[in-house]
T-cell receptor, first 114, second 110 residues
Framework: GAGVSQSPSNKVTEKGKDVELRCDPI?????LYWYRQSLGQGLEFLIY????????KSGLPSDRFSAERTGGSVSTLTIQRTQQEDSAVYLC????????????FGPGTRLTVL | GENVEQHPSTLSVQEGDSAVIKCTYS??????FPWYKQELGKRPQLIID?????GEKKDQRIAVTLNKTAKHFSLHITETQPEDSAVYFC?????????FGAGTTVTVRA
């Protein structure tokens, strides 16, 4: 079946602009995660959605970052007033139920803030 | 929170030799330890995982060992092949929030 998809694959923006990144999880997966991968670094947890429960936003680095998940499926990560340090690859993952299930990753969105 | 350290950061091996990557974790409550492989420009993919109720798991040329007392776990790749060249990440969690190591870049020399 179709895996996790993300769009756009690449995004170049100017400092101070807002950006929206989209994630389509695997159909039927109730859990969705966003991670950030900076150059040469591991993956940093950002936010977790599980069904209709309130999301765990504890990994968001600042209040410029927000995310929503509509209808329990598609998710959008929004970064307002982008800064150069926001440049990274943003990865989305989904799992069937809880995090103890295998997390399947999307291809990522490479964000470059000039 | 959980802190995962991974060593070495780079590893070069001759084709056919073994590769070993080691990770340590800080939270004794962690009970799920996946390993991901990320080829250049590709998404991370799970290659093997282990839960705290077992000490070792093997899948063909890949094995993972877990020592809960010492809070460390290792990935072993035997008979390495060129297609094993990639970045490998270990991770640990006791719920849904995976904490990742910084990664090991493995290069298999032909």
């Amino acid at each position: 079946g179709a895996g996790v998809s993300q769009s756009p694959s690449n995004k170049v923006t100017e400092k101070g602009k807002d950006v929206e990144l989209r994630c389509d999880p695997i159909s039927g997966h109730t859990a969705l995660y966003w991670y950030r991968q900076s150059l040469g670094q591991g993956l940093e947890f950002l936010i977790y959605f599980q069904g209709n429960s309130a999301p765990d936003k504890s990994g968001l680095p600042s209040d410029r970052f927000s995310a929503e998940r509509t209808g329990g499926s598609v998710s959008t990560l929004t970064i307002q007033r982008t800064q150069q340090e926001d440049s990274a690859v943003y990865l989305c993952a989904s799992s069937q139920n809880t995090g103890m299930d295998t997390q399947y990753f999307g291809p990522g969105t490479r964000l470059t803030v000039l | 929170g959980e802190n995962v350290e991974q060593h070495p950061s780079t590893l070069s091996v001759q084709e056919g030799d073994s590769a070993v990557i080691k990770c340590t974790y800080s939270d004794s409550a962690s009970n799920y330890f996946p390993w991901y492989k990320q080829e250049l420009g590709k998404r991370p993919q799970l290659i093997i995982d282990i839960r705290s109720n077992v000490g070792e798991k093997k899948d063909q040329r890949i094995a993972v060992t877990l020592n809960k007392t010492a809070k460390h776990f290792s990935l072993h790749i035997t008979e390495t092949q060129p297609e094993d060249s990639a970045v490998y990440f270990c991770a640990a969690t006791n719920d849904y929030k995976l904490s990742f190591g910084a990664g090991t870049t493995v290069t298999v020399r032909a």
